[in-house]
């Protein structure tokens, strides 16, 4: 009998992160309609909830993401009322992003996203919490595989 062959697609954990990504992203489709915000919306909004104000540096870190990707969206949540940008009183150059009202109150309808989340993908919540700790584990090894590439 052969050994299972290294370059198969299955076996491949880039195809099985890419694969699980969009279907975990999907899934939250429907659960963030009600609430008129879409997935990438729903991480800033996260990070809001958690600390604000703050900076589009800041916020760009905290999502691991490029500042001028977050441009854009930061714009679409303005105009829905959500945030609010204001350049830094200190800093011109820094532009910051608060919360509305409105965007504060929709905390409490987003209480209930992840445990919805975690019914729609029928998976007790232990092994949620065992797989997140997987993909921190594997976030912070890929980023320091990339450092000692620098």
Known sequence: MSSPDPLSLERQVCFALTVASRSVVAAYKPVLEPMGITHPQYLVMLALWAEEPLTVSELAERLHQDAPTLSPLLKRLETRGLVKRMRSTTDERRLQISLTDEGAALRSQ???????MAKRLGMEPGRLVEL????????EASQRSLETEA
Do not use: G, Q, R, T
Request: charged share 25%; hydrophobic share 60%; net charge negative.
């Open 110 to 116: 987003a209480a209930e996203v992840p445990f919805e």
């Open 132 to 139: 997140h700790e997987a993909m921190i584990e594997l976030i």
